[in-house]
T-cell receptor
Framework: NAGVMQNPRHLVRRRGQEARLRCSPMKGHSHVYWYRQLPEEGLKFMVYLQKENIIDESGMPKERFSAEFPKEGPSILRIQQVVRGDSAAYFC??????????FGEGSWLTVV | GESVGLHLPTLSVQEGDNSIINCAYSNSASDYFIWYKQESGKGPQFIIDIRSNMDKRQGQRVTVLLNKTVKHLSLQIAATQPGDSAVYFCADQHDAGNMLTFGGGTRLMVKP
């Protein structure tokens, strides 16, 4: 059973461009979470989704950030008009039931 | 957990010794707790979990202790090995499906 798959692993964007991060949950998992991690810090919750629904987006910045988990295909975290402060590691996690949560290897975004 | 947003505290132990990593959480309604291990450049790896109706749970070389009275969680690693060197995070959750709240993390360094 493959783990949580994230791509790209590393992404470089210029200020003002868009970043799209993709996450394929583990097989059979219908709960997807996105977290952001700055260097030397813990993970900060961004958004929790189930298929076609956003359940909790209390950690998402109000502007420029959006997330989706369509009926078919991976979950997407989209950051529009990136700024230097968006540089971070973005982790996706999945769960079959909302308890034991497994993380992917992360996508490292660098904004130059 | 509570993220402090500063340089990570570091625990340095000799190979073969036991390690104890501590964590405080703030939400008295949390009923599920997880310890994760994160190596540099990788995603958090599930180590062990415990529910609030227990105060101790043992795995292979690891033990988690939960003290709900003082909202404290600890991870004990027996016979610490160089491969245990990583950053360790605790996380807590209130009700299945809700977000995990991560603590600030502790860096474990194992001296050969």
């Amino acid at each position: 059973n493959a783990g949580v798959m994230q791509n790209p692993r590393h992404l470089v964007r210029r200020r003002g461009q868009e970043a799209r991060l993709r996450c394929s949950p583990m097989k059979g998992h219908s709960h997807v979470y996105w977290y952001r991690q700055l260097p030397e810090e813990g993970l900060k919750f961004m958004v929790y989704l189930q298929k076609e629904n956003i359940i909790d987006e209390s950690g998402m910045p109000k502007e420029r950030f959006s997330a989706e988990f369509p009926k078919e295909g991976p979950s997407i975290l989209r950051i529009q008009q990136v700024v230097r402060g968006d540089s971070a590691a973005y982790f996706c996690a999945s769960s079959p039931s909302g308890n034991t949560i497994y993380f992917g290897e992360g996508s490292w975004l660098t904004v130059v | 957990g509570e993220s402090v947003g500063l340089h990570l505290p570091t625990l340095s132990v000799q190979e073969g010794d036991n390690s104890i990593i501590n964590c405080a959480y703030s939400n008295s309604a949390s009923d599920y707790f997880i310890w994760y291990k994160q190596e540099s450049g990788k995603g958090p790896q599930f180590i062990i979990d415990i529910r609030s109706n227990m105060d101790k749970r043992q795995g292979q070389r690891v033990t988690v202790l939960l003290n709900k009275t003082v909202k404290h969680l600890s991870l004990q690693i027996a016979a610490t090995q160089p491969g245990d060197s990583a950053v360790y995070f605790c996380a807590d959750q209130h009700d299945a499906g809700n977000m995990l709240t991560f603590g600030g993390g502790t860096r474990l360094m194992v001296k050969p």
